[in-house]
């Protein structure tokens, strides 16, 4: 280790380094989240389309097996939603697809924090769910 002369400087930031540092951090910070802010959002109307997607499949496939006729357009007592539909319970016309459909979280839209999604069709599933 060689001894320290009184000429050499010493390399440290100063106060007024340091806190312009500290600001430049604030800038950036201030200007990444509503850009990241913008960007969940994006993700969110992204998985509601994916979403509507998937529940216009469930028509496809339900139509598919019932003589190219929808849920609406069937009897209770074929299997449809017909009777439910018009009598205001159109929560119902989703549990007769649900066969069709992975799970009832895709009939929550991500961006609706306002609502919180059913994890099964049976349990806690009604209309409750989509006023």
Known sequence: MQPRFSHQRNRALTRVEVLVVIAVVVLLIGFLFPA???AKQKTRR???VNNLKQMGGGFRLWEDNHN???PMQVSE???GAMEWTNTGKAYLLWQ???NGLRSPKILHCPADTGRIAATN???GFSDARFQ
Do not use: H
């Open 36 to 38: 990241l802010e913008a």
């Open 46 to 48: 992204i998985a509601c």
């Open 68 to 70: 190219d006729k929808y």
């Open 77 to 79: 007592t074929n299997g």
């Open 96 to 98: 007769t697809m649900s």
């Open 121 to 123: 069709f049976s349990i």
